[in-house]
């Protein structure tokens, strides 16, 4: 295992070729908008509404989401000014500690490789509302989807790109449909609505359902709001998982230094309209403390578990539930092909490193890393796990674990953005001289690491409560809830180990941050892509459309 030489411009070794920058600003904004937006929002917000009431969802999704803005403004500023490859993880190793960036890669390819075979097993969920699991195997459907997702990416990150973009904007286009819906129901118009339905239910049953501590079993009431505020704050964080994934696409981005800040900028707008929306709305439509609501939080993932079913049921409008399963279908494939994507260009920085086997570094020559996406294909037969009756506790325990992994990703990159701010600060590099600058610097960060780590210290709360028939601690979801943690730990203090043996120094000072190897090469790579884009613009002519256009545009 090597240090690595950072020079992320060069081709890998001899017989090896290297990313093709062949996604587009649409591109990247929808791969984006495609891994984040999913099942934590059309199915996870039902759980939360149960749980804690509409107040308190909305709350915590409006926090997350904020806090995940100082995350994507974090990343934006290191990866417009060294778009990278190996994408955080080199940040993390060339501006903090190679042991950071060590742990960061690992913690983030984990991730991955356990959330695309969970992808896999809610898409044969999914099918199963059409084709009894008694009728055909749900192991057949997850077969079927592996081989398609791979198919995708194998076939160049042209193909995969324009793939993503058009199924990303059928999801855009039915969570616009259910807002639209949603809204038509909340002013009155279902088939058993007699008047608009208004804040009703935040009277009655309540804004707030008191979580644990209640006054029926002697808690104080308060203590029983924060906490049930606090439950889904977890929920949030789950949703929201997958907008970082941006810095990833940044060795693939074509003219970098404009594309990432707009994805950035534009993902977190659609992507907080999107869940605050959402969850206003399902907090007008359901109250808490519906039998259907209910019933959807113990059915799997389909759309009988989805609370905009449960909005769509009271209202009294008939035959929309096929409808909407079939665009969770699309939800969680789309899902599943940009997490395979993502945890093969993760191992495969992780390669360019050093830190991995450096035949994971190779790429055939449409720019494809192919070992890298076969070994990371190999943890999808994790999904089969998942084809027993008890596949919803196994998928449970899953989302669990991402949900760690999760949150030590937001953290990493957030402290590999304050050193960097550092480094370069004390090599002079101002903010004048920066393509893009988070809009609240350091302070935003320090901000958001703190709330973060609070979260992943705290996230699990609930499994320390006895449970009341058995009289034990969930054990089983304090394990997969805070595995991540130690483990995350050991590689850090692993790898420094290993690298003071070998003689290596770890960690960075911020004059002596490396801030320009590879960067004088994607200048040029820029200004060359931006001369070819002005000849093909004069060439064709000035065409800009505007008006509605531009606005429909937005959305995409």
């Known amino acids: 295992m090597g240090t690595g030489s950072g020079d992320d411009t060069a081709s890998v070794e001899s017989g090896g070729h290297d990313l093709h920058r062949g996604l587009k600003s649409r591109h990247i904004t929808m791969i984006a908008i495609g891994g984040a937006v999913g099942t934590g ?99 057949v459907w997850i077969t079927i989807f592996l081989l398609i997702i791979l198919f995708i990416n194998y076939f160049g990150i042209k193909f995969f790109g324009e793939f993503e973009f058009w199924l990303s904007s059928l999801k855009v286009v039915t969570i616009v449909g259910l807002l639209i819906l949603c809204l038509v129901l909340v002013c009155g118009g279902g088939p058993n609505d007699t008047e608009p339905k208004g804040f009703k239910y935040w009277k009655n049953p309540g804004a707030i359902k008191p979580y644990l501590h209640t006054p029926e079993t002697g808690g104080n009431i308060h203590t029983g709001r924060f906490l ?75 759309a009988a578990a989805s609370p905009f079913v449960v909005a769509i049921r009271l209202s009294g409008i008939k035959y929309l539930p096929g409808i909407l399963n079939a665009c969770i279908l699309i939800f969680v494939f789309s899902a599943c092909n940009s997490d395979l994507y993502i945890a093969s260009r993760t ?63 937001w953290i990493s990159i957030l ?24 809009p609240f610097g350091a302070a935003g960060s320090w901000g958001a690491l703190i709330a973060s780590i609070l979260i992943a210290i705290f996230k699990n709360f609930d499994v320390f409560v006895k449970d009341k028939t058995t009289g034990k601690w969930d054990v089983e979801s304090f394990i997969t809830g ?40 994607i200048d040029r790579q820029e200004e060359e892509f931006l001369a070819n884009k002005a000849a093909e613009k004069a060439a064709k002519g000035d065409n800009q459309r505007g008006g509605l256009y531009k606005y429909i545009s937005w959305l995409f």
């Open 482 to 521: 805070y595995i991540g943690i130690p483990l995350y730990l050991i590689m850090i203090f692993g790898y420094k180990i290993w690298a003071k043996r070998q003689g290596i120094s770890t960690g960075i000072k911020p004059e002596d941050a490396d801030l320009f190897t590879g960067k004088a090469a």
């Open 41 to 139: 929002l059309i199915i996870g917000t039902g759980k939360a509404l149960a749980k804690a009431g509409p107040l308190s969802i909305l709350i915590s999704y409006t926090l997350v989401g904020f806090l995940v803005y100082l995350v994507m403004c974090a990343l934006g500023e290191m990866a417009t000014w060294l778009p990278m490859s190996s994408g955080f993880t080199g940040y993390a190793t060339r501006f903090c500690d190679p042991a950071l960036g060590f742990a960061l890669g690992y913690t983030y390819w984990f991730k991955y490789i356990i959330v695309t075979p969970n992808q896999l097993t809610a898409a044969a969920l999914v099918i199963s509302y059409w084709v009894d699991r008694d009728t055909v195997n749900p192991g």
């Open 415 to 438: 402290i590999a953005h304050i050193y960097f701010v550092r480094a370069r600060l004390a090599q002079g590099i101002t903010n004048d001289k920066m393509p893009y600058v988070a």
């Open 347 to 409: 191992i495969f920085g992780l390669a360019k490193e050093g830190k991995a086997p450096a035949f994971l570094a190779k790429t055939d020559k449409r720019g494809v890393p192919i070992y890298a996406l076969g070994v990371s294909s190999l943890f999808c037969s994790l999904a089969y796990m998942n084809v027993s009756n008890d596949s919803k506790k196994v998928f449970g325990y899953f989302v669990n674990m991402v949900t760690i992994f999760g949150i030590l990703t």
């Open 228 to 302: 049930a505020i606090w439950s889904t704050m977890v929920t949030a964080t789950f949703a929201y998982l997958g907008t970082e994934l941006v810095g990833v696409t940044v060795g693939e981005a074509q003219n970098p230094r404009k594309t990432i800040p707009r994805a950035i900028k534009l993902t977190f707008y659609r992507i907080l309209f999107f869940y605050v929306l959402s969850v206003f709305f399902l907090g007008m439509l359901v109250p808490y403390d519906s039998p259907e609501l209910a019933f959807a939080t113990k059915a799997s993932n389909s």
